[in-house]
């Protein structure tokens, strides 16, 4: 932990904007994108007044555990992708070039022979929104190319039980996963070929199962998870080992995230985590 100025008061706010909470959020631009519990996606003018409406409305109907992901289109549209109401089903809308429009572009539904479930997390694949990965109920992970999406190029069982989260790194060959079962998975993925690899299991402590959230940071050295246990773990991503255990937070820690690529120099090994003890910590990672 490091010592960083409190700040007393947001510059915006957006008071109760979703009735039973939100989700994901996310920016591009100078728009807010928020996803609600009540199965509402918003999308808000940041910049305006605090007391602002939203500019769109997407009622996809789903009440779901899945994050929304989002991209952009060499042409600067807005992608988004979000798990849907149907079983097995996720859902893709380009909302245009200033988040305005809402065009449903495609439908991503696992065989019913599979039985994966409901889709559980979703992401593109960095710089490509044409490729898109999701993760189900069963513990399975789907590979979908979207301009040929009647059905998904691979499909690998990783876990036993319900992925919860994955990350995939910067160059969309290697990824890990994290499940509710005492595994972490690296796995290896080649859009290129439509394919997905189980490589290798790291396994938690009997007693300390379960992983809300997963991510590389963007130098690709480093990954961190998100437990259930209350701890945040550091591992290395190329020998797969654990680095650092960090004990600070009274409840599951329900997602981390770093620093993104290219920011300031203090800020480059900046992880933050989140729990449901109502704390946010920063931590420096070497």
Not at 244 to 258: G, L, P, Q, R, W
Request: glycine share 6%.
């Amino acid at each position: 932990m490091g010592d960083f100025p409190v700040c007393a008061r947001p510059i915006t706010q957006l008071p109760h904007c979703h009735a039973l909470g939100v989700q994901s959020i996310h920016l591009w631009k100078d728009i807010l994108i928020t996803q609600g519990r009540e199965g509402l996606i918003k999308l808000w003018d940041f910049k305006a007044s605090k007391y602002s409406e939203p500019t769109a409305i997407l009622p996809i109907g789903a009440i779901t555990f899945c994050r929304t992901a989002v991209a952009t289109t060499k042409d600067e549209r807005l992608i988004l992708a979000t798990a849907d109401r149907s079983e097995s089903q996720a859902k893709v809308y380009d909302l245009g070039p200033n988040g305005s429009e809402c065009k449903e572009i495609a439908k991503l539904r696992a065989s019913d022979d599979l039985k994966c479930g409901m889709c559980m997390a979703i992401r593109f694949q960095e710089g490509n929104f044409q490729n898109v990965l999701t993760a189900h109920e069963n513990g399975t992970l789907s590979m979908w190319d979207l301009r040929n999406c009647s059905e998904p190029l691979s499909n690998a069982k990783l876990h036993t039980e319900t992925i919860l989260c994955f990350d995939v790194d910067r160059s969309a060959q290697f990824g890990f996963s994290g499940s509710a079962d005492f595994n972490i998975v690296r796995f290896q993925v080649d859009f290129a070929h439509g394919t997905i690899d189980l490589s290798s299991r790291f396994a938690l402590p009997e007693d300390h199962p379960g992983v809300n959230d997963i991510a590389i940071r963007p130098d690709q050295k480093i990954f961190a998870t998100a437990g259930w246990d209350h701890r945040v773990r550091i591992f290395s991503t190329k020998k797969f080992e654990p680095l650092a255990i960090m004990k600070f937070h009274t409840a599951a820690v329900n997602c981390v995230d770093f620093a993104p690529a290219g920011s300031e120099p203090q800020a480059t090994n900046l992880l933050a985590s989140a729990s449901s003890d109502k704390r946010v910590a920063i931590w420096s990672i070497y």
